[in-house]
Nanobody
């Protein structure tokens, strides 16, 4: 049974940093893609970042150069380091795991989801 348990997040000032963690069980990173998505009130779920089995990374245009996705295979944990935060980064952030390598940026191709964690950036 696959489980994704998120931690981190909270409140930060604009220009600050936060780090999100996603501890995975029941899967291995060499067979799943791992992604981060976010959803603000009244908006659709937005792709943030993803890492595929060979360590390749992908980023949404709005976070490129500011956010970094990384993983610790020994701990089976994926991280999202968020730097230079902006108020528009405010959202609930979700960790996700997908069994296929297609459609990296679409939430519809991810099979498992974390519980979500609030990130609020004040101006």
């Amino acid at each position: 049974q696959v489980q994704l348990v998120q931690s981190g997040g909270g409140l930060a000032q604009a220009g600050g940093s936060l780090r999100l963690s996603c501890a995975a069980s029941g899967l291995t990173f060499n067979t799943y893609k791992m992604g981060w998505f976010r959803q603000a009130p009244g908006q659709e779920r937005e792709f943030v970042a993803a890492m595929v089995w060979n360590g390749g990374t992908y980023y949404g245009d709005s976070v490129k150069g500011r956010f970094t996705i990384d993983r610790d295979s020994a701990e089976n944990t994926v991280y999202l380091q968020m730097n230079s935060l902006k108020p528009e980064d405010t959202a609930v952030y979700y960790c996700a795991a997908g069994e296929t390598t297609i459609s990296i940026k679409s939430p519809h191709y991810y099979n498992y989801w974390g519980q979500g964690t609030q990130v609020t950036v004040s101006s």
